[in-house]
Every structure is written in structure tokens, then in C-alpha cells.
């Protein structure tokens, strides 16, 4: 089992800056991807960017060039930066791990942008 403790979050301004983190903590093995997904009011849960524990990342499109996802694999946690932020952003933010078929999830964390 993992867990997950995520921070951060809350309300901005348009154009504003908020910063995520969620540590993990369980039974980890070296071998994994962390990340974060969104749910928008009215949508579905969609990725936000990904990091593997080599440092590999994916970033969706909507937030290439304004998020930026890093990690402290020697203590589980990974923090997600979010610069230039847009209305389109507010979302519930869940950080995700996920290890040899395995996949958990955060708690969600509110992130809302006001224009």
C-alpha cells in the first residue's frame, strides 16, 4: 500500500503562481511514476504531467511552458509548480503513483483561478 499527503493549492489571480507537493509513503520501490491529474467542474479527470523516478516528465498540452513537475526520489515527493495561471486551471489537483500495476491517488487538493 502507498499513501499519499498532498499540500498546496488554493485560490489566485489570473496570471499568478501556486505550488503542489505530495510525498509519498508505504511500501515504494525504486521503479515508479508520480504525477498529477485534474478534474474540472463538469469534466473528466485528465493528466497534467508525469514524472518517472528517472526524471523522465510528460506534460500535457494545456500547461507545456507553465508547469513544471519535480521530484526528491530519495524522499518520495514530488511538487508541481504552476506559473501564468488561467481561469481554464481551476481544478481539483490529485496527485497519482503508480508502481508495478499499481496506481493510488491523493486525497485532491482545490485549485482555483479567479479571472
Known amino acids: 500500500q502507498v499513501q499519499l499527503v498532498e499540500s498546496g493549492g488554493g485560490l489566485v489571480q489570473a496570471g499568478g503562481s501556486l505550488r503542489l507537493s505530495c510525498a509519498a509513503s508505504g511500501t515504494i520501490f525504486s521503479i515508479n511514476t508520480m504525477g498529477w491529474f485534474r478534474r474540472a467542474p463538469g469534466k473528466q479527470r485528465e493528466l497534467v504531467t508525469t514524472?518517472?523516478?528517472?526524471?523522465?516528465?510528460n506534460y500535457a498540452d494545456s500547461v507545456k511552458g507553465r508547469f513544471t513537475i519535480s521530484r526528491d526520489s530519495a524522499k518520495n515527493t514530488v511538487w508541481l509548480q504552476m506559473n501564468s495561471l488561467k481561469p481554464e486551471d481551476t481544478a481539483v489537483y490529485f496527485c497519482?503513483?503508480?508502481?508495478?500495476?499499481?496506481?493510488?491517488w491523493g486525497q485532491g487538493t482545490q485549485v482555483t483561478v479567479s479571472s
Open positions: 497519482h503513483f503508480h508502481q508495478l500495476g499499481f496506481t493510488y
Open positions: 514524472i518517472t523516478n528517472s526524471g523522465t516528465t
